[in-house]
């Protein structure tokens, strides 16, 4: 993912790995530091889960717009190739990998033409020739451009409706101004290059080039009306100076976002065409307004209908893992267990069971798969529900691991794979376990503390080769023993400035705190001491999904 700088005080590209959060804001260690007065220390963020990204602004004092709506503080917000995001003076488009804009978009682009002091031409920031305007017709006109702005809205959707509004409202405003030909324009750097949204003209037979005044162009990106008159035949020019096009009316009037500049009404008239009403100024500057509100309302229903379509998917990703999930805590025989989930930006890829097995025995394991939403909730479903069960047929815990390998890798296509730890816990202290590519978990002997066991056999995880030969492993665990289960979202979280993790030595000292301490407790305390350290609120998402688990015997 790139964003790329159209307007701001510095320019460039900034390019994002997809392995963490990317900072934004004034503080000097951001991943993308602005150093501007209103921009916030700690602005906004992006994050990467699984195949999306998603933006949220983290309660900055300017706020974070995206397409032209602000984002509310603390709600992630999906984000695609072609977005358009503005934070304080500077406004970047969202790249895809390769640096590829929104695939669905349809628009052209064109280049303004220079029309300096040479050109003859005159930049007028007031109305010229205004006249008296009948109030009737002006209200007429009006009513009918808002009413083909709606009907235009209704009838598509996406980009397309953007385009059918733009469409619509160039044909009423060519229509009650007198203009030949018209553009909704929208400016993608910080040069003459525009992005045209849709062009129309009143004369069918007209097929030539259609380029755009600079100084129109620049003029009205500073939130004005500009319109350029003819008073005298200039002296030399280009070949595509406006001279040489004809030219002798045009106006650009700027399209409001709140206080921002989307983008611009962009009306001209050449050689003989008809001349301008004298009343076009002022028609066209208020449609210009209601096109405006238009597309924030059109921008503000994209961006709900985004979210919501997204919440419907992970409520039934929540929905398919809380099925699977065993009790928060329990017991079986010698053991007692307590387990605490707590997601990311929505779901967690992460997976734990607990499974009593007859004889005093039971299973343990605890995952993270790849990637977030339903297509990773289903993943986790299938491979918790199947080594269930084969831990169950099969006496040899290795054995049952492969089964659970081999119906997995078929079924985990686009890259998606678990890493995976499982144990069976034996009354007399016998631990068989097979690390599958996870690695995160500590046991707690007495008078010996916390420690990683460290392995020389840890396996690959579930879903990548199907015939990996996965090998189990034996220690003895004393009475009184504590085994912690965890996933990278403990360890990996960041502190608020994102520059810090919490980390694994912070978690060890956390453990040797908890001396006596319960399942329960010490899952709590673990969890406390990482929602501190990150300032995150009691429902405030973290940066990955996060479980913690601790097996006692005693």
Request: aromatic share 6%; hydrophobic share 40%; charged share 20%.
């Amino acid at each position: 993912m790139t964003f790329q700088t159209l307007i701001g005080p510095s320019g460039g590209d900034f390019t994002f790995a997809p392995t963490r959060a990317v900072s934004i804001g004034r503080a000097a260690g951001s991943d993308i530091c602005l150093l501007h007065d209103n921009i916030s220390r700690r602005h906004a963020s992006a994050v990467r889960r699984g195949d999306q990204w998603f933006l949220t602004d983290e309660g900055s004092k300017s706020g974070t717009h995206l397409n032209g709506v602000r984002l509310a503080p603390g709600v992630a917000t999906l984000i695609r190739p072609g977005d358009i995001i503005k934070i304080g003076p500077w406004t970047f488009r969202v790249l895809g990998p390769g640096g590829a804009g929104a695939a669905e978009s349809t628009y052209t682009l064109a280049r303004t033409i220079d029309d300096g002091p040479a050109s003859g031409a005159r930049l007028e920031r007031s109305y010229v020739n205004e006249g008296v305007l009948a109030s009737d017709r002006r209200l007429r006109m009006l009513v009918e451009f808002i009413q083909r702005l709606g009907s235009a809205q209704a009838s598509a959707a996406g980009p397309a409706a953007e385009q059918a509004m733009a469409t619509a409202a160039l044909d009423s405003v060519l229509k009650g101004s007198g203009y030949a030909r018209g553009a909704v324009l929208r400016s993608v750097g910080q040069g003459n290059e525009v992005e045209v949204i849709a062009a129309v003209r009143a004369d069918s037979a007209d097929t030539g080039g259609f380029e755009f005044s600079t100084s129109l162009v620049h003029q009205a990106a500073k939130g004005e009306l500009a319109i350029l008159t003819r008073d005298a035949t200039p002296q030399g020019g280009g070949l595509n100076s406006i001279a040489d096009l004809r030219i002798h009316s045009a106006l650009c009037a700027p399209i409001l976002l709140g206080d921002n500049v989307e983008g611009f009404l962009y009306l001209d008239a050449r050689n003989s065409e008809r001349t301008v009403r004298t009343d076009a100024a002022g028609f066209c500057e208020a449609a210009a307004k209601a096109y405006g509100l238009a597309l924030a309302n059109l921008r503000r229903i994209s961006l709900e209908e985004r979210q919501r379509a997204l919440q419907e998917e992970l409520t039934a990703a929540r929905q398919a893992q809380e099925m699977i999930l065993p009790p928060r805590q329990g017991a079986e025989g010698r053991f007692r267990y307590a387990m605490r989930m707590r997601p990311g930006l929505y779901v967690a890829g992460d997976l734990f069971d607990f499974v009593p097995m007859g004889d005093g025995r039971v299973m343990a394991c605890i995952g993270d798969v790849v990637g977030h939403g339903i297509g990773p909730a289903m993943l986790m479903a299938i491979v918790q529900s199947q080594l269930h069960a084969q831990v169950r047929l099969c006496p040899d815990l290795a054995q049952a691991v492969m089964e659970v390998n081999r119906y997995a890798c078929p079924r985990s296509a686009g890259g998606k794979f678990v890493s995976l730890w499982v144990g069976v816990f034996e009354p007399d202290g016998t631990l068989r376990y097979i690390d599958c590519g996870h690695g995160h978990w500590m046991i707690d002997r007495p008078g010996e503390g916390w420690s990683h066991p460290g392995s020389d056999h840890a396996g690959i995880p579930i879903g990548i080769d199907p015939e990996y030969p996965y090998e189990a492993q034996t220690i003895r665990l004393p009475g009184a023993s504590r085994v912690l289960l965890h996933s990278d979202g403990i360890t990996e979280q960041r502190n608020p400035s994102g520059a810090e993790m919490f980390g694994a030595s912070r978690l060890a000292e956390v453990l040797a705190s908890g001396v006596g301490a319960d399942p329960v407790g010490l899952t709590d305390r673990v969890f406390t001491s990482v929602t501190t350290f990150a300032g995150l609120a009691a429902d405030a998402a973290m940066d990955d999904d996060a479980t913690a688990a601790v097996i006692a015997l005693d």
